[in-house]
């Protein structure tokens, strides 16, 4: 909730060491995590944000977010490939996917997959419905393991080290 803007007071912490910069302080907590700070102008690279209302980072190769120019577009572009998924796909879902997890833990490096959005114990969640290792062409039941892609990584390995 916005309370009604005040001038920032003056001390060490204040922009007063920075004359080109006229902040209005907005919601007095200053030194809890709900503080804002609005600038009416010049530039400050450190703002203090609310941490409860931003989204943690994604990291995975689905996820696409256009923010140039005030857009604000984010999609799972592995969501959007089925056809077949009938509930709609939130940012939310993220911080809980599995699929960032299934890239980095298999040992297949081409991995193709599959999934849809499912309601499960009264919440949505991704959930991974077909896998294929990219470079053999075979499907996986589990995600996690290419029997072909492990058989080449022990013979790298068994060349590497002469035995």
């Known amino acids: ?10 001390g060490p912490t204040s922009s007063g060491s920075f004359p080109h910069v006229e902040a209005i302080y907005v919601n007095d907590r200053r030194h809890r995590a709900g503080g804002r700070f609005v600038h009416k102008r010049g530039h400050l690279s450190n703002l203090l944000i609310n941490a409860s209302t931003m989204n943690k980072p994604v990291n995975c190769r689905y996820f696409y977010g256009d923010y140039f ?18 509930r709609p796909w939130r940012r939310s879902l993220c911080d809980r996917c599995p699929v960032p997890e299934l890239l980095i833990v298999s040992n297949s490096r081409d991995l193709l997959l599959e999934a849809e959005v499912k309601r499960k114990f009264l919440r949505d969640s991704v959930e991974v419905t077909f896998a294929i290792c ?15 892609c492990a058989a080449e990584q022990g013979e790298q390995i068994m060349v590497k080290t002469g035995s």
């Open 69 to 86: 120019r005030g857009k604000n577009k984010e999609e799972c572009r592995l969501i959007a490939a089925n056809p077949e998924n009938s």
């Open 134 to 148: 990219g470079k053999h062409k075979i499907h996986l039941d589990d995600p996690r393991y290419c029997p072909q």
């Open 1 to 10: 909730m916005i309370q009604m803007a005040r001038r920032r007071p003056s």
